[in-house]
């Protein structure tokens, strides 16, 4: 079945530390990627995506996400981690010749001063 | 510019009580819109999407409805609420693959 595992329900972290957030999903074809971070009671705001090309993709606020084809992942990282950056990420994915994003279950990111 | 527009931002509903939640679009036309649902600790579940006037899939059976009178209006709506119809509710729209653009949610809580 087709499926977007976010493997890690909670991280903690120090601020300064470095960051990855894991992402796998189950696809027949490479399919459209994304990841949004949400803040407590609000809506989802995208950081980065990924359709094809260059795989390692920049995105908002120093996120950067790399595709791995062969272990079909799609990670978040974040060289320093900064206090503001504690929130719930979600990874995403749209199938090709859809346009329906199906979620993974979401990552909280705790920082730790 | 592009905006959604979601409200009201929070509502606190007896059981068994209507619910409408509204949600509109600015500055695109004929996008495509959807309506999340997101329970505390759980990640988001698609309720129904729509790509043009009058046209609603539906994911989960429910007893929840949507409906969509106006290219950029998306209305979420139910007769009768249920405890389990508590969550945070989300309203988004795209145009193509390129994105999705989110609401600020709704949070219902049925008492």
């Known amino acids: 079945a087709q499926s977007v595992t976010q493997p890690d329900i909670h991280i903690t972290v120090s601020e300064g530390a470095s960051l990855e957030l894991r992402c796998n999903y189950s696809?027949?074809?490479?399919?459209?990627l994304f990841w949004y971070v949400q803040s407590p009671g609000q809506g989802l705001q995208l950081l980065l995506k990924y359709f094809s090309g260059d795989t390692l993709v920049q995105g908002i606020k120093g996120f950067e996400a790399e595709f791995k084809r062969s272990q079909s992942s799609f990670n978040l990282r974040k060289p320093s981690v900064h206090w503001s950056d504690a929130a719930e990420y979600f990874c995403?994915?749209?199938?090709?010749?859809?346009?329906?994003?199906?979620f993974g279950r979401g990552t909280s990111l705790i920082v730790h001063p | 510019s592009q905006t959604i527009h979601q409200w009201p931002a929070t509502l606190v509903q007896p059981v068994g009580s209507p619910l409408s939640l509204e949600c509109t679009v600015e500055g695109t036309s004929n996008p495509n819109l959807y309506w999340y649902r997101q329970a505390a600790g759980r990640g988001l579940q698609l309720l129904f999407y729509s790509v043009g006037i009058g046209q609603i899939s539906s994911e989960v059976p429910q007893n929840l409805s949507a409906s969509r009178p106006q290219d950029r209006q998306f209305i979420l709506s139910s007769k009768k609420l249920l405890l389990s119809d508590s969550g945070f509710y989300l309203c988004?729209?795209?145009?193509?693959?390129?994105?999705?653009?989110f609401g600020s949610g709704t949070r219902l809580t049925v008492v």
């Open positions: 988004a729209w795209s145009t193509s693959n390129y994105g999705y653009t």
């Open positions: 995403a994915v749209v199938p090709g010749g859809s346009y329906i994003p199906t």
């Open positions: 696809y027949g074809a490479t399919p459209y």
